[in-house]
């Protein structure tokens, strides 16, 4: 079977074509963005409509209310006004539900799609996890999805208002002088083919800027994980170098970035003077003539100003765009990686509970893009055995562990549980039957109770104090602070490494597995600690299968068989004593 490595890069073209496609599929995976969006876009029109009353209000005034031959008409010019004013307020109001929907259909469609990568991400097997840096794969579920709701909130929204205003405009405009409105068009269409030139360049400038602040948040957070390291091996100048260097590569980005974006808005600078400058001169020539009136003249400015507006607001939302594009890639790229460990979901197979066997078929396994760490691999294991596994370090016994608990799939060949191929078997099912106890168990920032019940959610704290006694560790939680109330600190680092195992060991001993797996879990324990534990661990093998990744003379004696693992391969099987007399590796 194939293994999936890291996922591919993402397409720098930012064409028309790639740009739309892109936005389709984000909006695919996030259907809430559109939910409701006629009722938007209609109050958004409202709004367009209530910006050009502003104008027409100017014409009629200067026209009508000032211009007449007997004076100024009070009672026009009222009205007017009370029109004007009452088109503002809804303009406000409009605007108000606009901003409101707005913020409700993006908050829950990002709200969905952080869900959807956030999920999806944990499908993945734990090669293509390990593959990517760890602030890469957190900023594509957050700070790659903020830049898509800056755009969803803001940018989306005022494209269609500016392209409804630049309609509404140019209307108008033709019906007061449809000679000034072509004086317009000759500035307007070298704007629009210059802005879109500037696209692609501005699309490739915002991915890379989405890039180093993966880079950036990759090295911040290993040099946080790895502050004890970093102190005890006194790199702290190394580290530092490396992020002031992450931190100055996203500042050069941003910088090319914004310097792209700052020559498409002096552009559109550049084009609304003279468009303006253009149309006062044409304007005045032809209001001396008497083929515009005052009153259309100053209206046609205005809306010249209406009309060449949302062309320099576009160069902002075309940064945004262009910034939420590039960040809708990147999460889609991690929705397109293939989770090559894949829960078969209703097709797949409930396995009964109780005493499970195992067995390996022709086996072989190879880490994407290494040499094969396993080698035909037939191997029977009854139900009810207790296994040990032994070898050298880089023999391959961590990755047959890898691969009964389904962290991994093999290359070739395949891993049974009562003769089900494991691919074949429910997830929900495979991690209630089958236990993986590591040397260094992870916990979560939360309490005692809450990290040992993490494989047993329905678990009391009746029923842990309960296990807790059976593995003969209520001495230990009664000396901590606030027993099993007791803080751990995130990773646990307010435990001891010995203490943390033995919170795996509760959590495994919770869980009920009918195949328990275990990677030497008590290596970093005390003598005293570690002899209540095998007593425990005793209890809970009874009647069920076992392996153990052996470090310690004394585990493998105490199994049914040892199998010892050589350059990935097994190359013994049998009882200790009788491995012993063999005189074999």
Known sequence: MSHSTTPSAPDLSTSTSSVRETVRRGLALSPELTQGLAVTVALAALMTLG?????????????????????VDAGAVALTLVGCATAVVVTAWAARLVNIRLFRASEAGLATLRTTAFRHMHDLSVLTQTSQRRGSMVARVTSDVDTISQFAQFGGITLVVSLGQIVVSALLMAFYSPMLLLVVLATFVPLTMAVSRLQPMLGRAYLAVRERVADMLAAISEAIGGAETIRAHHVQGRTAARIDHAVEEHRRAGVRAHVRSTLAFSTGQLFTGLTLATVLAVGTWMAAGGRITLGQLLAF????????????????????????????RRVLDLVDTPADVADPGDSGVDLPRGPVTLDLHDVDFAYPGGEPVLHGITWHVPARARVAIVGETGSGKSTLAKLVTRLVDPSAGTVCLDGVDIREVRFATLRDRVAFVPQEGFLFDADLAVNAAVGAPEATGASILAAIEDLGLTGWVDSLPAGLATPVGPAGSSLSAGERQLVAVIRAYLSDPDLLVLDEATSAVDPRTDVRIQVALERLMAGRTSLTIAHRLSTAEAADEVVVVEQGRIVEQGHHRDLVRAGGT
């Not at 075309?318 to 809708?328: I, R």
């Open 51 to 71: 910006r050009v009353v502003v104008p027409v209000a100017v014409q009629q005034t200067v026209d009508r209310g000032l211009g007449e031959a007997g004076g």
């Open 301 to 328: 400015i205005f809306l010249v100003t209406l009309f060449t507006q949302p062309v320099q607001i576009a160069t902002e939302v075309l940064n945004e765009l262009q910034n939420a594009v590039a960040g809708w």
